[in-house]
C-alpha cells in the first residue's frame, strides 16, 4: 500500500462530534437543544433532555454562571456530552454572597425549605438568613423541624416561637421515623432544600424520594467527582409539577447583595412600622423615637428577631 494512504479498516475508532460543520462553503452550527441543569459540580454540569436523555455539559469560556434548576440550549460536542450555549431567563434566583464572590444556589424555584433541627441546636441567624434570601425572592417558605422524636423538641419549639408568631410555616417531624408529613408541601413546587450541616437534611431526602441515593452515586461516577458526593447540587423529579433540589449543607449564608431597605422589607413584623420612624435613614439601633424600637418595647416585636435584624443589618 502506497505510503500515506490507509485503509478504512485500520482507522482508529473515534468519538461521533457533533460541532460546526462545513456545507456549500459555510460553517453551519449543529442544533441547539433545550435541557433542564439537574445537577452542577463546579464547572460540569447535566442537562437533561425533553425526551429523558441526560448530557454532561460544560459552559463556554472560563467563567460559569449556570445553577441548578437552569433552562439551557445546548450543543452536542459528543454522543453524550454538550457545550451550554446560553441560560434562559430566570424566573428566581437563590444565592448567597459576601464581599468578594457570589455562590448560586438554584434557579427557577418557587419554595425554600430551611432545615432545621432539635439535635445539634440550629443557628439562628443562620437561619434567619436563609429566610431573607428567600423573601428577596419572593419564594413560599416552609420550616422543617426534624429529629422531633428527641428530647430536645421542647427548646427547639421555644426557639422558634418568633417565627411562629409571625406565620412562618413550621413542620415539625422525624425523618427516621416518618417523612411523609412533607409530601403535601411539595406539591406543585420547585422546592430548594437547604440547611446547615447535622440537621438530617439528607435523611429527610432519602426518605422522601428512597432513588436518591442511588442517583447521587451515579451522578458522581459520571461527573467524576470522587469523594465530594455531598458537594453538588442536585434536582429530583416527584412528578411531573413537583421537583426537589438538594444543595449541600450552609454554614455561612452571606447577604451583601441586599440593601439595608431590603431587609427591612424581609422581617415581616417590621413592615407596619416601616417609614414611621423620626429618621428616615433609622438603623432601629439607637436613634431617638425609632417606631421598630417602640413596637419591640411594647411587645409587638420579638426582642431576639430585632437583635438578629441588628446583627444581619451589619454584616
Known amino acids: 500500500m502506497p505510503r500515506g494512504v490507509f485503509h478504512p479498516c485500520h482507522r482508529r475508532p473515534v468519538r461521533k462530534r457533533f460541532h460546526l460543520r462545513r456545507e456549500g462553503g459555510c460553517i453551519v452550527q449543529d442544533l441547539k437543544l433545550r435541557g433542564l441543569i439537574i445537577a452542577a459540580y463546579g464547572r460540569h454540569y447535566l442537562a437533561e433532555l425533553s425526551g429523558g436523555e441526560i448530557l454532561e455539559c460544560v459552559p463556554r469560556g472560563k467563567k460559569s454562571e449556570v445553577a441548578c434548576g437552569d433552562t439551557v440550549e445546548i450543543v452536542r460536542t459528543s454522543a453524550d456530552q454538550a457545550v451550554i450555549d446560553s441560560i434562559a431567563p430566570r424566573s428566581t434566583l437563590l444565592y448567597r454572597s459576601d464581599a468578594f464572590k457570589q455562590k448560586i444556589i438554584a434557579a427557577n424555584v418557587t419554595q425554600l425549605i430551611v432545615v432545621v433541627a432539635t439535635e445539634p441546636s440550629f443557628n439562628d441567624e443562620l437561619l434567619a438568613r436563609c429566610l431573607l434570601a428567600g423573601h428577596e425572592q ?161 411587645g409587638k416585636i420579638d426582642e431576639r428577631r430585632l437583635k438578629l435584624f441588628q446583627q444581619i443589618a451589619g454584616h
Request: negative net charge; hydrophobic residues 40%; contains cysteine.
Open 138 to 298: 419572593n419564594l413560599d417558605i416552609l420550616i422543617v423541624l426534624n429529629k422531633c422524636d428527641l428530647p430536645q423538641v421542647a427548646t427547639a419549639r421555644a426557639q422558634l416561637a418568633p417565627y411562629v408568631k409571625i406565620g412562618y410555616r413550621v413542620l415539625e417531624l422525624s425523618a427516621k421515623q416518618d417523612a411523609t408529613p412533607l409530601l403535601p408541601y411539595l406539591q406543585g413546587h420547585t422546592s430548594v432544600l437547604v440547611g446547615q450541616s447535622g440537621m438530617g437534611k439528607s435523611t429527610l431526602l432519602n426518605a422522601v424520594i428512597p432513588e436518591a441515593q442511588a442517583a447521587t452515586r451515579e451522578i458522581s461516577t459520571v461527573l467524576d467527582s470522587g469523594k465530594h458526593t455531598t458537594t453538588h447540587a442536585r434536582l429530583y423529579h416527584l412528578n411531573a409539577d413537583s421537583h426537589l433540589i438538594d444543595c449541600p449543607g450552609v454554614q455561612l449564608f452571606g447577604l451583601h447583595h441586599l440593601d439595608f431597605a431590603a431587609m427591612e422589607r424581609s422581617f415581616p413584623e417590621f413592615l407596619p412600622y416601616l417609614g414611621e420612624c423620626r429618621f428616615a435613614n433609622c438603623s432601629h439601633s439607637h436613634e431617638p423615637d425609632c417606631a421598630i424600637r417602640k413596637a419591640t418595647a411594647e
